[in-house]
């Protein structure tokens, strides 16, 4: 006998329950509508709070569940709905997730909760970090904040690129460079209330997308920000620490002698971080692969030429054994991989980077072959396929692109800097 298992236990049925009800009744119905508004869909969060899905504890006990599978589920659910409104939804937790993984007691204590808001008042987060020459090359970050010590404030300028809810989110969490020569090791987290906004932040240029139009893309202006000292995430001790340890390392790596070990470890607790995360962005392609899969089954059923079900087509029907099989294969490596990281069981093979890979991929593929099994249908607005495969691109570009979860993927089984 084996106590192995991949049965839901209770609580986890009940929340995949609810939250297919929610995306059911809530979501689904108004998707499209969004996704032509190309607005961030304010009364369905509303709602979302309302009914206990957007709140900080809704997600802390989510993130509580030893197995780790409740998070994918969460996403799989919501991103089922609709991808757009879904970020919109979640897009928060990457502003609290900066929070959590750089900040102390004290301050998760005092951001977190003002990143959701209340029931009456929601908020938003956002995490920028990304900027128009820094992408999948996060080192090569511009902006930089400098202490001002006479004042212990920090002053941060530059331009971030791309962040989801930038601008119309009430916190930002934004990394800057605080020693540029050391690149990614002389990076630090700030967190910025709503009180800046127009003093010192702003949004830029609000983006036009190909998909997930009604989640808020945009720049975030950061322009002489000045900051008070305690909006450094883990505070200056530690971050003083952590430069003087990064330009030992730097100058040793200059006299050609070997790295520590203790800087190296540094560096790979940031990727493992990252890692992490990368199985709940996994579980959001796989909701809308789902999907389109479910929703091309039931089309190749009903509609019928040269009198007969498509579905009795062997080139119809293979398609959709092949998407059912790549949408299933995805959710078990997201569920290993999600495991795996609440577990604290080492990735040495990027299973987080294999899961996020394998089910962006498939939703692009599984999106595609629904519009062709659809056929014209499946090409106009009138059915929601066509938004799916619009949607679901974007989950081999953000969060890490398809090629560089390859780099992570290929350098963890080879040991090779594979570049
Ligand atoms: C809708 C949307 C929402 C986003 N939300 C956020 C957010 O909230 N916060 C945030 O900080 N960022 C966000 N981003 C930014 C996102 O993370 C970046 O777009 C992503 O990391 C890729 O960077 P890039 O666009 O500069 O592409 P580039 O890095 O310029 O890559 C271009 C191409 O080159 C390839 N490439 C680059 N380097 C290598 C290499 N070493 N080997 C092989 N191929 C390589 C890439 O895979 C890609 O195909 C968002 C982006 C989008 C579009």
């Known amino acids: 006998m084996t106590d192995f298992s991949l049965a839901l236990d209770e609580d986890q049925t009940t929340l995949q329950k609810w939250l297919h009800e929610f995306a059911t009744d809530v979501i689904r119905p108004v998707a499209s509508e969004w996704d032509e508004r190309e607005e961030t869909p304010w009364p369905v969060i509303q709602e979302a709070a309302k009914a206990g899905i957007y709140s900080l504890d809704f997600f802390a006990n989510v993130w509580a569940d030893d197995s780790g599978i409740s998070l994918p589920i969460t996403m799989e659910e919501l991103f089922w709905g609709d991808a757009g409104i879904g970020l919109s939804i979640v897009g928060t937790t990457l502003g609290v997730a900066g929070i959590l993984s750089a900040g102390t007691a004290d301050q998760i204590g005092q951001w977190v909760p003002q990143c959701f808001g209340t029931e009456d008042d929601v908020k938003l987060a956002a995490l920028a970090v990304s900027e128009p020459n820094a992408g999948s090359d996060v080192s090569s970050m511009k902006t930089t904040a400098v202490y001002d010590e006479a004042k212990d404030e920090w002053v941060l300028n530059g331009v971030k690129t791309w962040i989801t809810n930038g601008g ?88 050609g002698e070997q790295v520590q070990s203790s800087a190296k470890r540094g560096g790979q607790a940031a990727m493992a971080t990252f890692e992490k995360s990368r199985p709940a962005v996994g579980a959001q392609a796989v909701g809308i692969a789902r999907a389109a899969y479910e929703y091309a089954l039931d089309y190749a059923k009903t509609r019928e030429q040269f009198g007969r079900p498509i579905v009795q087509n062997q080139g119809i029907a293979f398609m959709l054994a092949d998407m059912k099989t790549r949408v299933d294969a995805s959710r078990l490596l997201v569920w290993r991989a999600a495991w795996m990281g609440k577990n604290d069981i080492p990735f040495t093979a990027g299973e987080g980077s294999m899961s996020k890979l394998y089910a962006g991929e498939t939703a692009v593929d599984v999106t595609e072959k629904a519009i062709q099994i659809l056929g014209g249908n499946g090409y106009t607005r009138e059915y929601p396929v066509e938004r799916w495969h619009r949607d679901a691109k974007i989950y081999t570009i953000f969060e890490g692109t398809s090629e560089i979860q390859r780099l992570i993927i290929s350098r963890a089984i080879s040991g090779h800097q594979i570049a």
């Open 168 to 255: 119309i989110a009430d916190v930002h969490v934004v990394v800057a460079a605080v020693a540029p020569e050391l690149k990614a090791r002389g990076q630090a987290s700030f967190v910025v209330g709503p009180e800046f906004k127009g003093k010192g932040l702003s949004q830029g240029q609000k983006f036009k997308k190909h998909g997930i139009r009604a989640s808020h893309t945009s720049e975030v202006v950061l322009d002489n920000l000045r900051l008070p000292g305690s909006a450094l995430l883990g505070g200056k001790e530690k971050l003083d620490e952590r430069i003087a340890r990064a330009r030992e390392r730097a100058e040793a790596l200059a006299r």
